[in-house]
């Protein structure tokens, strides 16, 4: 069938859903291509998006620096806050907590990575937490936060998806994107080539286009219903299946970390927003159900509840293509990771840039086609790994979701990075991938695994020197935090949005 297709330019482009992946991929394209192409956007006011992705790491910054983004105005509309990394709670045993922050910790020498100095250390007790050693650890548990010079603190955002859409929106509408309202009721296609040349609304109008953009979740209305692509399953790595969304007034000032809990059969998520806290409880319907997932939700958070909780159903995996023929699915349509990492909005990003980096402007090659999918694969492969090793790695044994989760047989890319870091200490970046060394090594630490070794440019310190070093990082950053004011305080001064 794809032998046939004509190749010919690409000007239309048609992206259908809106949601903060409609909206992104609006706002990328049309910033850098959109006098080229005519684009449109089909939402339908009726049809309700997901909305809790409210958590993002660091790369998103660079996505609005390559749409020139104004900061403070960005922040102002959604009631965004800092976000200094994540607070995992129960995690590895319950009533035990570490933080997975941004940015770096320590020094590295070019032989070996700062870990093995701190193993040294502690071997011989001169050295702190591994947490003392990093500057955003420290200053998101002193509830502080600035921006620095230099781009000395790596940080992100917690921010109110709703808005976010809105205001990707009014940036789109700015470089001519059309927003078409209506329900999409048919796909048509041709049907020597498979590619699909219109979309039909409930209005009886038709969209026709040259490339389209499915963002329309978790139905991936065109590239599974019409395309075809099938969805590869991961739950049997990833047991939950389910999450219940609760927003609430805010009662405290807000901290510049998102807190993740770990609970008997999923773990909870707190976002402190400007104006009010997201909620929510990623579980297994295999070992727990919905009504007591709400209830448990229920009791676990503060301040007056701002909606009736609500329930949303999923299947962690991916689809086995996410660009056949004319049709590339973004967001939610192309696969689910749970959002313990905040990694959903990183993944539209990523395929929004793949995807001007790769724009097929003269016509679609099946070349382009399959590195694309290969890129898709090989990125979200490695995130799930990541993910993945929260849950294997622990020490808790108290309920059957937890020692089912010990003991799943692990993806042979993530059981040689735990083996490889049990043994020696080492963590080798795999290139282009998200998570950096010091992600994986906070992580792993975090959970449990102690390496049994250090590299032996360690042992070339002795004492002295080696307390001196550990002291200097330490110290120095100490100063830092000191310094800075309060994430509260700092947000209310740069960013305060409406509401708060």
Not at 354 to 372: K, N, T, V, Y
Request: aromatic fraction near 10%.
């Amino acid at each position: 069938m794809e032998q046939q297709r004509q190749k010919k330019p690409v000007r239309r482009v048609v992206i259908a859903g809106g949601g903060t992946a409609g909206w992104m991929v609006a706002a990328g394209l049309s910033k850098s291509l959109g006098k080229l192409l005519d684009i449109k956007l089909i939402e339908s006011e009726e049809i309700g998006t997901v909305g809790v992705g409210e958590a993002t790491i660091p790369t998103l910054l660079n996505f609005h620096h390559l749409m020139e983004i104004n900061e403070q105005e960005f922040m102002a509309e959604t009631m965004a806050t800092f976000k200094l990394g994540i607070s995992f709670e129960n995690w590895r045993n319950v009533n035990e907590d570490y933080i997975h922050s941004f940015g770096t910790t320590g020094t590295d020498h070019w032989t070996a990575g700062f870990q093995h100095f701190w193993h040294k250390g502690r071997e011989r007790g001169i050295a702190g937490d591994y947490g003392d050693y990093c500057l955003e650890l420290k200053a998101g548990l002193k509830n502080r936060f600035a921006h620095l010079p230099n781009n000395g603190m790596n940080y992100a955002y917690h921010m109110d998806a709703g808005r976010y859409a809105k205001f990707l929106r009014r940036f789109s509408e700015r470089y001519g994107v059309q927003r078409v309202e209506g329900k999409i009721v048919e796909v048509r296609k041709n049907l020597l080539s498979g590619d699909i040349t219109a979309l039909r609304l409930d209005s009886g109008a038709e969209l026709e286009g040259d490339l389209f953009i499915d963002c329309t979740g978790f139905r991936g209305l065109l590239i599974g219903q019409t395309m075809g692509v099938e969805y590869e399953d991961w739950s049997h790595w990833l047991f939950n299946d389910s999450a219940v969304a609760l927003q609430t007034k805010s009662v405290r000032d807000a901290v510049p970390y998102t807190r993740s809990i770990a609970r008997d059969a999923g773990w909870q998520w707190q976002i402190p927003l400007q104006h009010r806290v997201g909620n929510g409880l990623v579980y297994s319907t295999r070992y727990t159900d919905d009504e007591t997932a709400v209830r448990t939700l229920q009791a676990a958070v503060d301040g007056e509840p701002l909606m009736t909780p609500r329930v949303i159903r999923f299947t962690p995996g991916q689809r086995k293509q996410t660009w056949k023929g004319n049709c590339i699915a973004i967001g939610l349509a192309s696969g689910f990771l749970e959002p313990i990492e905040s990694t959903s909005i990183h993944l539209i990003q990523r395929g929004i840039i793949r995807l001007m980096q790769m724009f097929p402007q003269d016509g679609i090659s099946q070349a382009d086609i399959d590195e694309f999918n290969q890129q898709a694969d090989y990125e979200i492969q490695h995130i799930r790994d990541f993910i993945i090793l929260h849950y294997n790695v622990t020490n808790r044994r108290d309920t059957p979701y937890w020692r089912d989760a010990a003991t799943m047989k692990l993806p042979p890319s993530l059981q040689h990075r735990i083996d490889l870091f049990r043994d020696t200490g080492r963590v080798f970046r795999v290139p282009n991938e998200l998570f950096a060394e010091n992600s994986w090594i906070q992580v792993m630490l975090g959970q449990g695994i102690l390496p049994a070794s250090h590299h032996q440019t360690a042992d070339l310190m002795g004492d002295e020197e080696l307390a001196r070093f550990l002291g200097n990082i330490s110290g120095t950053i100490d100063r830092t935090v000191a310094q800075l004011p309060s994430h509260q305080k700092y947000v209310e001064q740069y960013c305060s949005g409406t509401g708060w």
